[in-house]
């Protein structure tokens, strides 16, 4: 190792060949040791990472997917029911702000008054969704009779919403049999157990029969705008029901403040690291 000193106010180069890297220093009669430097240097970087790898940690679950508060406060206007199951739309609270949504869940039940906590999924993430990968197999009529055929969960999906839409038209729920209808086609559509032969048929109005509903999702399923259209899954799966909203309003769920304290201090870091950085370079 080789060590050349200057007079006042010039720079001390320490050289170290073994390393190939050179440590120089601006402050007059410095003698610090190449060594020493590596140490002060070693715990800043290690500090400093510690520090971005605590805000990650810390900050992960801030930024991840939220998820809603859902409370049912009310069933259709109405208070249409069927076989004894009140009809859909239901009035459900989504962060505290009353939406009609639609329940395309038959296998689980709830009560009224009953809270949850629910994924709100939009169509980019409906692979998530309850019934998306659980079946592979949907109900369908197939001009005749029903039954169940393959289709992608994102087709059951789309077709789902395209009864939901229904569901939340008001001329659709402010007529009983046409409201019964579509909601049977609905559930049926995710719960093929459903018994036929309470699904309505037979009526010379085709609104008021299941198979209409049925036949008109698996024919127009494709022409729904799918950005409309908000997923509530239960968290976990299974919990609660599952329910579709179309333009659902609801209440902002804010990022934890001590999340947002921790942003700058990462600023604040990075800037310290740089200025460190700088200050070595000179």
């Known amino acids: 190792m080789g060590r050349k000193a200057a007079g006042l106010g010039q720079v001390i180069l320490l050289f170290n060949s073994r390393q190939s890297c050179c440590h ?76 009609y949504l639609a329940c395309d869940d038959y296998v689980n039940t709830i009560a009224m008054g009953a809270q949850w906590t629910a994924y709100a999924y939009s169509w980019s993430q409906v692979a998530q969704t309850q019934f998306y990968s659980s079946q592979g197999t949907y109900g369908y009529f197939n001009g005749t009779s029903y039954g169940t055929t393959s289709m992608t969960g994102a087709q059951a999906y789309q077709e789902a919403f395209f009864l939901a839409s229904n569901i939340l038209n008001s001329t659709v729920y402010s007529d009983q049999q046409a409201l019964t209808a579509v909601n049977m086609a609905l559930w049926y559509l995710f719960d093929t157990s459903i018994s036929t032969s309470n699904l309505p048929s037979g009526s010379s109005t085709p609104s008021n029969n299941t198979s209409y509903w049925l036949t008109q999702a698996q024919t127009n399923y494709g022409s729904v705008n799918l950005s409309n259209f908000t997923v509530y899954t239960p968290s976990p799966i299974g919990s609660s029901q599952e329910f579709i909203g179309v333009g659902v309003s609801t209440s902002p769920v804010p990022i934890p403040p001590s999340a947002l304290l921790l942003v700058p201090g990462l600023l604040g870091l990075v800037g310290l690291r740089k200025g460190l950085k700088l200050s070595r370079g000179r």
Do not use: W
Request: net charge positive.
């Open 24 to 99: 120089y220093y601006e402050k007059e009669g410095s003698t610090m040791h190449p060594r020493r430097s590596r140490r002060i240097n070693g715990r800043i970087s290690i500090g400093f990472a510690a520090a971005v790898l605590l805000l990650l940690c810390v900050t992960g679950g801030a930024f991840a997917q939220q998820q809603d508060t859902l409370q049912l406060v009310g069933v259709n206007p109405n208070g249409y029911s069927y076989l004894g199951d009140y009809l859909s739309p239901y009035v459900i609270a989504v962060n505290g702000v009353n939406n």
